[in-house]
């Protein structure tokens, strides 16, 4: 087994839905709930921000504004990730985010709610959801084939459930299916490493259908771990540790 330390990175993953799902890999040998009471507006930016750079980033994310944030980029010398002699970081909100991918999803998300007529709801819904499983695959293809790249360090964010969830949270099929393939990822890494930190900046709420960020993230690790309610801030100092 390799001596890779793997971050699978998974936006909204909800430690409700985990344990209702049975997904056993994502539990792994020790799972809990982050503490992300410390931001005031724990949004994605804020928290993979602070997670990577080790530090709470929600007053210097936000003052950019809504529409700015997204262009973050901290240096490499900023987050922990320097540690590491060879790491490899796919698609990290502030680090080397796909804005592409990003900015057309929110623009359909915009048309979405704006839309008052039903069949272009249902078409760009349909698209949006179309995109979100694309991107999903080439982020998994990525992430997989890294692992036998001889990275001492490897993290894949995966926005799948963030992204399809804010839509769809209310179809318990679709999110059934989410999470059984993000738990079979799991189980792909598993089988090439024995250091794997699961982490979720935050969770996700039912509102009507529609899902919404919830007021802590998930995270699990390989090894037995006493962590009890850790900050998003806490696990670069862990994961240089092993």
Same mark, same amino acid.
Request: net charge negative.
């Given at each position: 087994?390799?001596?890779?330390?793997?971050?699978?990175?998974?936006?909204?993953?909800?430690?409700?839905?985990?344990?209702?799902?049975?997904?056993?890999?994502?539990?792994?040998?020790?799972?809990?709930?982050?503490?992300?009471?410390?931001?005031?507006?724990?949004?994605?930016?804020?928290?993979?921000?602070?997670? %990577?750079?080790?530090? !709470? =980033?929600?007053? #210097?994310? /936000?003052?950019?504004?809504? *529409?700015?944030?997204?262009?973050?980029?901290?240096?490499?010398?900023?987050?922990?990730?320097?540690?590491?002699?060879?790491?490899?970081?796919?698609?990290?909100?502030?680090?080397?985010?796909? %804005?592409?991918?990003? !900015? =057309?999803?929110? #623009?359909? /998300?915009?048309?979405?709610? *704006?839309?008052?007529?039903?069949?272009?709801?249902?078409?760009?819904?349909?698209?949006?959801?179309?995109?979100?499983?694309?991107?999903?695959?080439?982020?998994?293809?990525?992430?997989?084939?890294?692992?036998?790249?001889?990275?001492?360090?490897?993290?894949?964010?995966?926005?799948?459930?963030?992204?399809?969830?804010?839509?769809?949270?209310?179809?318990?099929?679709?999110?059934?299916?989410?999470?059984?393939?993000?738990?079979?990822?799991?189980?792909?890494?598993?089988?090439?490493?024995?250091?794997?930190?699961?982490?979720?900046?935050?969770?996700?709420?039912?509102?009507?259908?529609?899902?919404?960020?919830?007021?802590?993230?998930?995270?699990?690790?390989?090894?037995?771990?006493?962590?009890?309610?850790?900050?998003?801030?806490?696990?670069?100092?862990?994961?240089?540790?092993?």
């Amino acid at each position: 087994m390799g001596n890779v330390i793997v971050v699978y990175a998974i936006d909204a993953l909800e430690h409700i839905l985990v344990e209702k799902f049975q997904n056993k890999n994502l539990m792994q040998t020790t799972y809990g709930k982050t503490d992300i009471t410390q931001f005031s507006q724990p949004r994605t930016m804020v928290l993979w921000s602070s997670f %990577m750079t080790c530090e !709470d =980033k929600e007053q #210097a994310v /936000l003052s950019l504004g809504d *529409e700015k944030m997204w262009g973050v980029r901290w240096p490499l010398e900023e987050t922990f990730f320097k540690e590491f002699k060879n790491p490899k970081i796919i698609d990290l909100p502030g680090f080397n985010y796909d %804005m592409d991918v990003h !900015d =057309k999803s929110r #623009a359909l /998300l915009k048309e979405y709610f *704006e839309s008052e007529d039903r069949q272009t709801k249902a078409e760009v819904k349909k698209q949006y959801n179309q995109d979100a499983y694309q991107h999903h695959r080439s982020v998994k293809k990525e992430f997989l084939e890294s692992l036998e790249d001889g990275h001492d360090f490897v993290l894949g964010y995966f926005s799948a459930a963030d992204v399809l969830g804010h839509l769809n949270f209310g179809n318990k099929t679709m999110m059934r299916m989410i999470y059984k393939d993000l738990d079979e990822i799991a189980a792909e890494v598993q089988k090439k490493t024995d250091k794997i930190l699961v982490l979720s900046d935050h969770g996700m709420k039912a509102i009507g259908e529609f899902g919404d960020h919830s007021e802590y993230g998930f995270y699990s690790t390989s090894w037995e771990s006493n962590l009890e309610h850790p900050r998003i801030t806490d696990f670069g100092d862990i994961l240089t540790r092993l």
